[in-house]
């Protein structure tokens, strides 16, 4: 496996402490211990692969799931819980240039449309999630920033149809909000929710509609014979291959992934319980899922049994000095923004991968010059929905019965330096630190 971080990035280590590990239980899946053929093999058992398996199961394909360690042990069982628009990190303005205002409507939908898909899995399965949070609201941390909210509560209403709702900043109390911010917009579309009880639903519900899912079984090598050969300890052998690894993928699997994907790390802490009087002595009573208007931003949210989730962006490298140093950097961040909660512990702290792109922009779709080779990949830190959306649309595209939206569908793009395409992030972050003052 060709990984652009240090081995610690790839292990246990970073995601030691995961509060979501501690709220229920996942569904077995054993090892693969026999060669095996399928129509469909999936190599990544996270909110992508296991959506993309439901979908080819229920449609009567014979797909099989194999996840390196467990289903949801990436992002997809460590992340924030935020089901919200996004999934790009491209403005309306660089989608119109590109793709036109029919292009950019037509991506803007498919945000829409991946929430609601979350929402439908959910109710048609049963998979309690406990679901909060009316929407998402966005924070202003400075006056400036007020500015930039209204034109993005204009940009909603076209794209989406919806008002958005904005709070001055001598409301922000009022609406339980409190905190060093200068205003907030809430946007109507979106919630959170337990991101482990939501993989584990997903999971139960594929291998009800017939996928056969494998854990602890890494994939090793991926050769094109008459048809496809994943080793994974035994091969499977399979007519068509997805790739659903997202920021956990490797440069050789396959090799055109090779400098066209950017893991960044992303911590969050958990707090206990905060009791009512605590809520109230620091102004913030809000359930709504929460960020701020940073480049390099902070996420947040009081969860229904009161603890407090905190996220931001992680350190530059991975190894067990520099997880500590982020996961201090995050709780101070957490001090400085809620200094009326620093005597609160955070006992659950750890970390994960988002995955980037060079354009900005998720991909799904075929792997040029790959014959029944699929990937999809790079949410920009928004998988809940945006994978779950990208694994049914990676399905359909197989089965033929749809396609990709046009801004989902452009073969990813390289990154300068290739392997060594982690050494402009130092510069990337400093440009976005500055930005931020």
């Known amino acids: 496996m060709k990984h652009i971080y240090a081995d610690y990035a790839y292990g246990n280590g970073p995601r030691d402490g995961c509060w979501w590990d501690e709220t229920c239980d996942l569904p077995d899946f054993p090892a693969l211990e026999g060669d095996i053929t399928c129509d469909v093999a999936i190599v990544g058992g996270g909110f992508t692969g296991l959506s993309a398996a439901l979908d080819l199961a229920q449609a009567g394909v014979d797909v099989v799931v194999l996840e390196a360690e467990y289903v949801g042990w990436g992002a997809s069982g460590r992340n924030g819980g935020f089901c919200c628009l996004g999934g790009a990190r491209i403005d309306d303005a660089g989608l119109d240039r590109r793709f036109g205002r029919d292009g950019r409507l037509e991506y803007r939908k498919a945000e829409r449309d991946a929430i609601a898909l979350v929402e439908q899995i959910t109710q048609t399965h049963g998979i309690h999630v406990d679901r909060h949070s009316q929407g998402e609201t966005e924070l202003a941390h400075r006056p400036k920033d007020m500015d930039a909210l209204r034109r993005a509560a204009d940009a909603v209403a076209e794209n989406h149809g919806v008002a958005c709702n904005l709070v001055p900043a001598d409301d922000l109390a009022d609406h339980g909000l409190a905190g060093p911010f200068h205003g907030a917009l809430t946007i109507p579309i979106g919630f959170a929710l337990n991101p482990r009880k939501y993989v584990a639903g997903l999971a139960v519900a594929a291998r009800d509609a017939g996928a056969r899912i494998f854990g602890k079984s890494p ?19 399979a007519d068509q ?14 090799a055109w992934l090779a400098g066209r994907y950017m893991p960044s790390q992303s911590n969050v802490i958990v707090t206990r319980p905060l009791t009512q009087q605590e809520q109230v ?12 208007t940073r480049n390099l931003l902070h996420y947040f949210r009081k969860m229904p049994d009161g603890r407090f989730l905190f996220g931001m ?28 909660w620093r005597h ?6 750890w970390s994960g991968m988002v995955c980037i792109a060079r354009d900005m922009l998720p991909f799904v779709g075929a792997v040029p010059n790959q014959p029944g080779l699929f990937a999809s990949l790079c949410y920009h830190g928004n998988g809940v929905a945006m994978g779950t959306y990208a694994g049914q649309k990676m399905a359909r ?16 793009s390289r990154f ?9 992030m130092p510069a990337a ?5 500055l930005a931020d003052l």
Not at 344 to 349: F, N, Q, R, Y
């Open 219 to 237: 994939v090793q090598r991926l050769k094109k014979k008459q048809r496809w050969s994943l080793t994974a300890g035994r091969e499977v052998t």
């Open 241 to 254: 291959v997805v790739i659903a690894t997202n920021g956990y993928s490797s440069d050789d699997l396959p």
């Open 281 to 292: 002595c620091a102004g913030w009573t809000s359930d709504q899922a929460c960020y701020d």
């Open 313 to 340: 962006r992680g350190g530059l490298t991975s190894n067990p000095a520099a997880e500590a140093r982020a996961r201090r950097r995050v709780r101070s961040d957490f001090e400085t923004m809620f200094p009326a």
């Open 344 to 349: 609160i512990e955070s006992a659950h702290s």
């Open 397 to 412: 595209l197989i089965t033929g019965k749809d396609e990709v939206p046009v801004a989902m569908a452009k073969p990813l």
């Open 416 to 424: 300068p330096l290739g392997q060594f395409r982690r050494a402009v």
């Open 429 to 433: 972050y400093a440009g976005f630190m």
